[in-house]
């Protein structure tokens, strides 16, 4: 089985979510630039980046916080998201069975796969950190999505464009590609995502399908 991220993986998100994340964080009095969200918070659930936030500034967010960025960033992506390059077809092309996992809630899932006409990719196996204990990088989404699929963990094959996404699917036990080939990607990642895991890296999805029959040995 494959496993996907979504945000800077299928869909070339990261860049809207961590500038709609800062312009309202620094309506509330947070100055958190989109470089430093992107550098600190990439590949986490936003209620774990919240909670970091409140936490290193001694304070809490407002109230309506987070259904203020959840409105903007929904918002956004119905306006401006698309699909990364050549991504549909790297999907046409790869046989078995294949779900998203991602730190987004459902609904944002949802929304970014349905708007960039993926979705039909993966419904219904989609997944959120939102329904385990721990966010990335602790394993449990990668295990509840095993578990649920009926595979073994050894089984899997995970695709993430963070760090910390790789560290999870590794911990899980999973053999992970890394994706470098997002808008948002700098020229560190590759390396980042080789140091945390990755058995390779890749910056272009139209080598997707090669890396993955290598992989598994095909």
């Not at 979504?6 to 709609?20: H, P, Q, Y």
């Not at 993926?118 to 721990?134: G, T």
Request: charged fraction near 20%.
């Amino acid at each position: 089985m494959i496993i996907f991220d979504c945000n800077g993986v299928l869909v070339d998100s990261e860049r809207i979510a961590t500038a709609v994340a800062s312009e309202e964080l620094m309506q509330a009095g947070f100055g958190l630039t989109p470089e430093v969200i992107a550098h600190y918070f990439t590949g986490r659930r936003p209620t774990d980046m919240y909670q970091a936030i409140e936490q290193a500034a001694g304070r809490n967010l407002p109230p309506d916080f987070i259904g203020r960025v959840t409105s903007a960033t929904l918002k956004r992506f119905r306006q401006e998201l698309r699909a990364t390059s050549h991504v549909a077809t790297a999907l046409s092309w790869l046989r078995g069975p294949k779900c998203v996992a991602s730190s987004s809630p459902i609904d944002r899932i949802r929304l970014s796969l349905d708007t960039t006409d993926l979705l039909r990719f993966f419904d219904p196996y989609l997944f959120s950190a939102s329904d385990v204990r721990k966010g990335k990088p602790a394993p449990d989404l990668f295990l509840y999505v095993a578990q649920k699929m009926s595979i073994e963990p050894r089984d899997c094959i995970v695709v993430e464009d963070s760090a910390v996404g790789v560290a999870a699917g590794v911990a899980a036990g999973m053999t992970v590609v890394g994706f470098a080939g997002g808008s948002h990607a700098q020229g560190k990642l590759a390396g980042q995502l080789t140091a945390a895991g990755a058995r390779t890296v890749i910056a272009d999805m139209r080598l997707l399908k090669g890396t993955i029959s290598a992989l598994r040995g095909w």
